[in-house]
């Protein structure tokens, strides 16, 4: 059989070789001499003929029509300092300072606060920074504007920014959307659309709730937070009966934070039944639950306890952390502190001490429903040198430790309760308690911190033991405090670890104070 097609003939004379198969004829035409005497030479000159062959007798293809371009952006680019700063960052190497990619979402933040447009030739890089850390997604998009979303059309690998949720104007119930979507753009909708038309988008939710994949509903069972309200109590009454336990959980969890909802009433009665005020007004009497009958894990509380605890003190503390902390007051008459300083005895003479259970079990409550009078009261005054801890929580690992209460406290209360703890207690134990604190730090809970470090260098401990909090502190310490480090640094031991650790962080925050003043032009 004879090839029609000269270049499938050299190519099925390489597969089975010169020896096997003679050369196909030479092309003709002036330029096309060929010598032979060598077969494997004269196979390469062939098909470098008939390359030059077909290239020249290609045909143009149709012209491709270019894309419209990107919509304008009438934001202003930032300052050229701090675009010359950005591209440092985004290169991720300085010397003297900590890790630049630690300071990156600051220099986001900050310009996004001014409401700059990101600089066009610093759109692609931080893309490709968000893609690779979804963090930054939120201020990377906003700052790209419609240049990225442009940009996220002509490349797939940057097709999370069209998922990614922004303070761009209020969503619409977007239905083709809802139905059609991927998942992270539905959940992306319904988020957006519980800040400002909740009730569409419970609608949506609601229409398709029945066909959607169980750990899909979880998520978007999290994104009713947003704008959660007596409006959605008949939808997340049904969802108690959902066949995903987690599911049935996470809707029970969503009704015990409306105090008027149905289930938080019948949490109440609960409560009311295990808990009572004597008479005398001396002490509250605790006699937890016999049993987990059908209403109460309908109402979200397991069988069985998946923590180890006794089964009675579990029902217990799932019952007093979905009950109204209105209630307590409101039954006894007295405030969180003089309730927190009553004792708690079991109803039966010698039974167990069910103080720990108790005070357990309301600060979960605290956090749950975001009471703030009742976390100052668990959390206890700020403690002062000299005084004890008073932080009744601090040993109760489901109360998830002081930070979750004190993340309740408004921005200034945090601060100057951490500094407080920070000035008696030092550092070993605020590593989740500055994490609680909005970001740059307080002067007050700076210092705070400085005066730690300082006692922590004199201490002889190593700064690898403090490592978690001074990786904070690059980020987070207000960057006046650069010239009090830079002195600890000067008088620390020269070359020692804490010298260098101190002179980094030093500079590191005089690095920012200078991004920081760039932005602001």
Known sequence: MTL??????????????????????????????????DPATALLDLAALETVRRRAGARPEPAVQPPAPAAGDPRPEPPSAAVRRLTVLLGGHHTGTANLGELLPQWLAAARRYDYRAPAAAVPALLDAARARSELRPDVVALAGPLGRWLAGQNPDWKYVHRTATEQPAAEPDEQLWLEGLFAERVTLISRLRRTEPTAALELLSGTWSTERAEDRLLFLDALHEGLSLADESFLEAALTDRSKNVRATAAELLSTLPESALAVRMAERAQDAVRLEADGSRLT??????????????????????????????????????????????????PEQLLRLPVSDVDPGGPDWTEDLHEAWARAAVRQQHVGWARALLGPAPHRGGSRQVRTADTPAAGAPARLLAVLPESERAAWTAAFIQTHGLGEAFQLLGACATPWTPPLSTAVVAALERAAASGAYPWSHSGVLGMTERALAPETAPAVAALAADATPNSAWADTLARLAETLRFRAVMLAELAG
């Open 4 to 37: 029609t097609d000269p270049w499938q003939e050299l190519h099925t004379t390489a597969l089975l070789g010169t020896d096997r198969r003679p050369l196909p004829p030479t092309p003709t035409g002036p330029a096309a001499e060929v010598d032979r005497s």
């Open 286 to 335: 605790v006699s937890p639950p016999v049993e987990c009958d059908a209403g109460m894990q309908r109402d979200g509380i397991p069988l069985k306890s998946p923590t180890g605890r006794g089964q009675r003190a579990w029902w217990f503390g799932e019952v007093i952390a979905a009950a109204p902390l209105a209630h307590w007051t409101a039954e006894t008459g007295l405030t």
